[in-house]
Structure formats: structure tokens, C-alpha cells
């Protein structure tokens, strides 16, 4: 018999990708969301499958969060806040959100024996470090509200590991991209926002000249990692962090172009629109590249999908969907 996996944050972008991937192999999902900003739409295909059921709740209440793990042997914990401007504008919530909501996880699966907690940790968290690329034992000084919260997340598992004997394991994701990523909001990711944009034949607007750059990794990466890392048997596995990129960086010009490319097996327009330029956001770290070695040794991880590769399987979807 397989094993019951709660996954909170179900109905968002990662979530709802964990859900599909976990009840299409037998699985027992349980799906936590308070709907703030997943979708329930995103669960439609694991909705009526009898291995999944739903808990419309959220994890800053701590009842809810006993009730999500009842019986449950492993937890994805993929719900939070997200957003560094979203963080600066609004620090308050997202620390309830991201450490109250971790915090009340971290004790709720302490109490009910959960054999190990994967979590969402952040590349945000390695804040003004300038070295690239990014070894996990090596941070600055966090930038933003929420790089705060997500290395505060780290801390807390920490602890609760040495004292209590709770099995985590940190993922830092490196900026995730792919099917049912939201494209609409103030805080959409560049590369769902980009889509859009060339969809709609509007000017994709990047902040600052286009030179910043990131280690852009395809959501079916995310999941094998976070597969590996809640089956992983590896004692050096167990109380650590990894980065879940794909190693390799692209500037935010060359994205674009990468983009209006593969738009344009749809529509050789979007190939002439232009791109707009406009100020630096506040907080955003210039250039971002991780070193996946650790995970390769330890966790077993191998990313199968580079950038190009990610980006045709999510406009795809994109293509269909929107």
C-alpha cells in the first residue's frame, strides 16, 4: 500500500503539480489551500479520483493544520506567501503566512509522527551574496521581507529536527516555471506575465536593461526533487537544504527571445513585438545561478529539462489553457 502525502498549498502552481503527479501514482493526496492565491480549477483533474481529497483551510490556524496531517506519512509543504515586492509592500502577512503558518506545520507534524516534512525553501534566501554559483552552505544577508521568512523557515526545521527528531528537507527553489503558473496579478512571475503579454500581443516589460539574470527550472524538475527528497533513505538527506535549479543561467533578454520563438510555431507575429524597459525593482538580486551538486550526490536529482525544453512544454500548455 502506498503512502498518504499531504501537499499544502494544493491549489496553487507547485501544489496542484505535486497533486497530479503523486494520485497518478497511487497515491493518498491530501490537498490543504486556503484559496488566497491557488485555484481550485488547478485541481480538476484529481478532483473525483477517490486516492485525493481537499481541506479548504489554511496553515496559520493550527487546528486545521492537526487536521491536514491526521494518518498522513509525508508532507510537501509548498504553501506560503510568495513575492518579494509583495513582501515589501506587505511584511505582515507574509511573516504570518510563512512563519507562523511553517511554524504551525513544524508542530503539527511533530505531534502526529509524520515520517519526514519536505519543504519549500527559496534561492531568495541567499540574499546580497554576490558568488556564483550558489552552494547551499554559503549566504548573505537576506534583501526583502520574504527572503527573511524562507530562511527563518530553514531555521525552524533545523531546530525542530535537533530537538524534537523531525525529518525535514529544504528545497531552495531557483525560480519555477510551468503549466498552471498563474500569468494574471500584481505579482506574476516573469515568465507566465511574458507569455501572456506575447499571447495578447502586448510588449513583454522587463525590469532594468535585460542583463539580470536567472537559473530558470522547469516544474517537472521540482517534482522529481521533491520526490527524491521525501523517499530518500540517505542519512545526510535528512536535516538539509538543497538548490533545485537546473544549473544554468539565462538573462532576461535572451528569455524573451526564447519566448517569442516558441510563441511563434503559433503566431510568427509575436516574433517583431518589442520589448519595454523599465527601473530595477527593489529587492531583486542582479544575477542568480545554482550549484546542484549537492543534490545530484545526495538526493539523486537530475534535472531532464532545460530552459528551452521547459518553455515549449509550458506554452503548450499556455497555448491550450488561456
Known amino acids: 500500500m502506498k503512502s498518504k502525502i499531504l501537499i499544502t498549498g494544493a491549489a496553487g502552481f507547485i501544489g496542484s503539480n505535486l497533486c497530479d503527479y503523486f494520485v497518478d501514482r497511487g497515491y493518498d493526496v491530501v490537498g490543504l489551500d486556503n484559496l ?95 558568488s556564483l554559483p550558489k552552494v547551499e552552505d554559503a549566504i548573505g544577508k537576506p534583501l526583502s521581507p520574504y527572503a527573511i521568512t524562507k530562511y527563518v523557515n530553514e531555521l525552524y526545521a533545523d531546530v525542530f529536527y535537533k530537538t524534537y527528531g523531525l525529518n525535514t528537507v529544504g528545497l531552495r527553489y531557483f525560480n519555477v516555471f510551468g503549466r498552471k503558473q498563474d500569468p494574471n496579478g500584481a505579482y506574476a512571475a516573469v515568465i507566465p506575465l511574458f507569455i501572456k503579454r506575447l499571447m495578447d500581443n502586448q510588449s513583454p516589460r522587463i525590469n532594468g536593461d535585460g542583463t539580470y539574470s536567472r537559473d530558470f527550472t522547469y516544474v517537472d524538475n521540482v517534482i522529481q526533487a521533491n520526490e527524491k527528497a521525501m523517499l530518500s533513505v540517505h542519512p545526510e538527506a535528512i536535516n538539509s537544504v538543497f538548490n533545485i535549479a537546473y544549473g544554468d543561467r539565462t538573462d532576461l533578454n535572451h528569455l524573451v527571445e526564447l519566448l517569442k520563438k516558441s510563441l511563434s510555431r503559433f503566431n510568427k507575429e509575436i516574433l517583431e513585438i518589442p520589448i519595454e524597459y523599465g527601473p530595477l525593482r527593489v529587492g531583486d538580486v542582479p544575477h542568480s545561478l545554482a550549484s546542484i551538486d549537492k543534490a545530484k550526490k545526495i538526493l539523486d536529482y537530475h534535472p531532464r529539462f532545460d530552459l528551452a525544453t521547459g518553455i515549449d512544454e509550458a506554452i503548450e500548455w499556455y497555448w491550450s489553457n488561456l
Open 36 to 130: 488566497s492565491t491557488g485555484h481550485i480549477a488547478n485541481l480538476n483533474d484529481v478532483t473525483d479520483n477517490s486516492n485525493f481529497s481537499f481541506i479548504h483551510g489554511d496553515i496559520r490556524d493550527l487546528e486545521t493544520c492537526r487536521k491536514a496531517v491526521t494518518d498522513v506519512d509525508y508532507v510537501l509543504h509548498q504553501a506560503a506567501l510568495g513575492s518579494v515586492p509583495r513582501s515589501i509592500i506587505d511584511p505582515i502577512t507574509s511573516n504570518e503566512v510563512n512563519v507562523n503558518g511553517f511554524l504551525n506545520m513544524l508542530v503539527a507534524c511533530k505531534d502526529a509522527g509524520v515520517k519526514k516534512m519536505v519543504y519549500a525553501a527559496s534561492s531568495s534566501t541567499y540574499g546580497d551574496s554576490t
